[in-house]
């Protein structure tokens, strides 16, 4: 079984240290409350319930999966998962982020973040089931009309209910302009929706009383392609406007997915037929509330690739000091001991500083994120708020696709640090390096990440978010260009900023010539984003840390895990700079009959 302890200190550090939290709820309308001492106690109790509750259901979980009644349409989750899902609803976490109106707590988006980096490192199977919930109230509250946040919100925000986002079917993945799924009006207040989903994450389970799928169908007479779209809420047990729960709805799980990974979670096909349902928003605007969960959902998943790294990094750790194995190429470093502990080999320590930067740096960008979240959803001020939504929609496809990919390289050197021990399942390594499969393609591959970034926010809206983060990155270079303790990282980070900036309107000219020449950057343009936002936020940092009162062995440590970064890691942007710059002939010249 492996090892999960929460990093509360690295938490809070991220949190009050380098993204300022403490002095941003002291401004932020209804966050005046949210003190440190309050939040401090939410994250020991979080910490408490996902180390003793939900951490030791993971290897258990991937071990037993789910079981599927095609008889009853029903989904039985692994032993110990539906209690603890009460023990969490017991808790008040269901409600953590959500307003008080409907019976939530109102914390910061940015706790919220947080509570659920410790929930996917503990068991990331049994974190999907609440993720989709949070998707649903963001939908609801703001696309929703008020007796539907009434009737619908309030059970889920309880923990009575759950939600899911019903997008994909059979013959489209990602491309929503093609879905068949219909819904018929009738000369009541609902449609009736028909057609089928797939890979709908908790479309059946056995924690709750009724599920709420939020679906994209069609109205008669819609326009063709996502100009079409519209969203309903589609219970499981049909609910009157007054939220009295009635008979069972049209709607019914076909079957459940055989995954590589992450198989305690529930993974449905789900059939509609003339289910009842409600619009949510205006006809054929669907699109416009889908992404709404669909962001919530992007930042969620990227924090599902920081808690892999996470929890990959605290058990090669373990093992690397305590596993015996050849001695240290400058002579023994323990020769009392038949061999050295893996510590002391160049390439293991490689690996573990990989997943140490990656864990720390990826946490500090999450605060940022997750703070810039709390403006948007807070802030008295509209500039303020308007600044806030454009780095964030910036800053959304690099957490999602940056974080999630850099999970998958952590979690394999976990497996190369074990060895062959870290192949097979006793030691659980092989667990999180499958896991870690899907974070890439949910919720939009890294590709469609990938061409978000590129594509809509630096292209169709002129790169506003990119220019206000390089101004912000600009600023802080300006502000510590005469601090000796900064020095290594200043140069280099600034240097990358001017790189960046030419870079793109190096892609930029090329694309208005050749669009093929966007497609052909884009994943690089993705990682070479991501490497320098990463190096950013060292940056910030090592700057946190000297200018804070933590101790001298703290604040070394992160000086000498961000050197490593700005060294071994930011050098990576080179090759990436390289293959934008190659530009696309080498991929499209190629005719088809010569792939073979």
């Known amino acids: 079984m492996t090892h999960y302890a929460v990093p509360l200190d690295d938490m809070r550090f991220a949190l009050f240290d380098v993204a300022h939290a403490e002095k941003l709820y002291q401004r932020l309308p209804g966050c005046e409350e949210a003190s440190r001492e309050l939040v401090d106690a939410v994250l020991e109790e979080a910490a408490r319930f996902t180390e003793q509750v939900l951490a030791p259901l993971n290897q258990t979980g991937d071990e037993e999966g789910c079981h599927f009644d095609p008889s009853a349409h029903a989904v039985t989750t692994p032993q110990g998962f539906k209690e603890a899902y009460a023990q969490f609803v ?4 269901s409600g953590l982020n959500a307003p008080e109106a409907y019976g939530g707590q109102d914390l910061p988006e940015s706790v919220g973040a947080l509570v659920k980096e410790m929930i996917d490192s503990a068991n990331v199977a049994w974190g999907t089931y609440p993720l989709l919930s949070t998707g649903a109230t963001d939908a609801l509250l703001q696309h929703g009309e008020e007796w539907q946040r009434e009737a619908f919100l309030k059970p889920i925000v309880a923990g009575r209910w759950t939600g899911t986002m019903c ?9 929503l302009g093609l879905l068949k799924t219909h819904a018929e009006p009738t000369d009541k207040d609902h449609y009736l929706i028909s057609g ?8 059946e389970h056995d924690f709750t009383e009724n599920i709420v799928h939020l679906v994209l169908g069609r109205l008669p007479g819609a326009p063709a392609g996502t100009r079409g779209i519209s969203m309903f809420l589609v219970p499981k047990f049909k609910v009157d406007r007054e939220g009295h729960m009635g008979e069972r709805n049209a709607v019914q799980c076909g079957a459940i997915e055989h995954k590589m990974g992450i198989k305690g979670s529930a993974t449905c096909v789900m059939n509609f037929d003339a289910a009842e349902g409600y619009l949510i928003g205006p006809a054929h605007r669907g699109l416009h509330a889908m ?14 690739g920081l808690s892999l790294i996470e929890r990959a990094y605290q058990n090669s750790l373990l093992y690397a000091r305590e596993r015996l194995q050849m ?4 002579g023994p470093k323990y020769p009392d001991q038949a061999a050295d502990p893996l510590m002391v080999h160049p390439d293991v320590r490689r690996m573990l500083l990989t997943q140490k930067a990656f864990a720390e740096g990826g946490r500090a960008l999450v605060a940022i994120t997750a703070t810039l979240a709390d403006i948007v959803l807070r802030s008295a001020e509209k500039a303020e708020r308007e600044t806030a939504e454009q780095k964030l929609s910036f800053l959304i496809p690099i957490v999602k696709g940056m974080l999630t990919e850099v999970s998958i390289e952590c979690t394999n050197h976990a497996m190369q640090i074990f060895g062959g021990h870290g192949y097979i399942t006793d030691n659980g390594m092989e667990q999180l390096a499958r896991d870690a499969r899907i974070t890439t393609i949910y919720e939009g591959t890294t590709q469609i990440q990938a061409l978000d970034l590129l594509g809509r926010k630096i292209f169709q809206l002129q790169g506003v978010g990119l220019k206000l983060f390089l101004d912000e990155i600009g600023a802080f270079c300006q502000h510590h260009a005469g601090t000796a303790a900064m020095a290594e ?4 980070l600034s240097a990358k900023a001017q790189e960046w900036s030419v870079l793109t309107q190096t892609v930029g000219k090329a694309a208005a010539s050749n669009p093929d020449e966007l497609g052909a950057a884009s994943v690089d343009y993705l990682y070479y984003s991501g490497y320098i936002v990463l190096a950013y936020c060292w940056a910030r940092s090592v700057a946190a840390a000297e200018s804070g009162s933590r101790s001298d062995s703290f604040k070394e440590a992160k000086r000498r895990t961000a050197r490593f970064y700005f060294q071994r890691i930011l050098p990576r942007t080179t090759a990436h700079a390289g293959s934008i710059q190659a530009g696309a002939a080498s991929l499209m010249a190629m005719p088809d009959p010569l792939f073979g």
């Open 291 to 304: 992404f709404t969960m669909m962001n919530a959902a992007r930042l969620a998943v990227g924090i599902q």
């Open 167 to 175: 997008l994909t079917e059979p013959h489209c993945g990602s491309d």
């Open 90 to 93: 017991a808790g008040g976490w």
């Open 489 to 492: 990282f200043i140069a280099p």
């Open 327 to 330: 001695r240290a190429l400058t």
């Open 196 to 203: 089928t989903k797939i890979f709908i994450t908790a479309g």
